[in-house]
């Protein structure tokens, strides 16, 4: 029996959705809005039935009938820190959705349409998210930092890890759970995690721009520095939160958040070459903590997302770690495939869906 999965993806300025059946895409579109319709609304939520009707127009035009669906699966919002997995919508998904306990993100709206539009399907088709960016499986000794006041918090690219961490442990014949592999996630975050036996047990805070600097986050900063800067009083809270994620990184050191530009620059300039060599140094030193973290013992060290492209920072980052356990580049991010994939996991029995409570 094979299975047809709705993928749907809300971002801030674009809805990708996708369709499979069973593995093979089938249909995939992403869906510009633009800065004026976007703008015509107060927040995120008020935004829901916009993307959900764009979604069911963009579907009827390509000639599929959802009804043939038998999982919804939509990008996890900011909602509490959850384990890893797929997690059916229910009641306190939804309410937590509508009422985001972490701040408001588009990727919020992910499960609430997915829920709408499995609820009007006579199939008893189900509506999931997968893998949200709070997923939390920190081991307690990650919490803490050095002082009672700051607490540290798991905020990172989990589904592609999580994706890009189950192919590579099934090329090499083994079970996501039976591995210990470090993922680095290079985009416009960078996020690198210790993945022990399937549980992500250490991993820096990207949305806040902790780690390796990237694109258009500062990474960690000297704190004498930014605490200095802070009571200077030439600078607002918000001018020093635009400085550390949004304006800080690649944007901040040479004008552009475009790394294949800097790639490309990097080539005769030395300026550009210094500042990539300095974030690729800055990423093969996470990667060498999160060893220490699985205390030697990786079996892969895998480097995704869109500068996994640049084979630059790839071999620097090789030449630094490769001592540690192979190190193979999976370039670019396939989410609409990952969110899919989870899915039919859990149609086929092969994942069992969670509960959020």
Known sequence: MSFKILAINP?????????????????????????????????VASQFQFRKDIILSELKNAGFDINEIQAIVGRGGLVKPIESGVYEVNEALIHDLNNPPLGEHASNLGGLIANDIA??????????????????ELQDVARV???????????????????????????????????NLIVAHLGGGVSVGAHLQGRVVDVNNALDGDGPF????????????????C???????????????????????????????VEMKAKEDPKYKLIQDAMSYQ???????????????VDGILLTGGIAYNPFLVDYVK?????????????????????????LMVLRGE????TYK
Do not use: C, W
């Open 11 to 43: 971002g801030s300025t674009s809805t990708k959705i996708a369709i499979f059946e069973d593995e093979n895409e089938k249909f995939v579109k992403n869906i510009k809005h633009s800065a004026e319709e976007i703008a015509q609304f107060d927040n």
């Open 119 to 136: 609820k009007s399907l006579k199939n008893g088709a189900k509506a999931y998210i997968a893998d949200p960016v709070v997923v939390d």
């Open 145 to 179: 930092s050095g002082h009672p006041a700051f607490k540290r918090v798991s905020i990172f690219h989990a589904l592609n890890q999580k994706a890009i961490a189950r192919t590579y442990a099934k090329e090499i014949g083994k079970k996501y759970e039976d591995t």
């Open 214 to 229: 990237s694109p258009e986050r500062s990474g960690s900063l000297p704190t004498g520095q930014l605490v200095k800067l």
């Open 231 to 261: 009571f200077s009083g030439t600078k607002t809270e918000a001018e020093i939160k635009k400085m550390i994620k949004g304006e800080g990184g690649l944007v901040a050191h040479l004008g552009t958040n475009d790394a294949y530009e």
């Open 283 to 297: 990423v093969g030193k996470a990667i060498g903590a999160m060893a220490a973290v699985l205390k030697g013992k």
């Open 319 to 343: 030449e630094m770690v490769g001592f540690i356990a192979p190190v193979k580049a999976y370039g670019g991010e396939d989410e609409m495939r990952a969110l899919a994939m989870n899915g």
């Open 351 to 354: 994942l069992t869906g969670k």
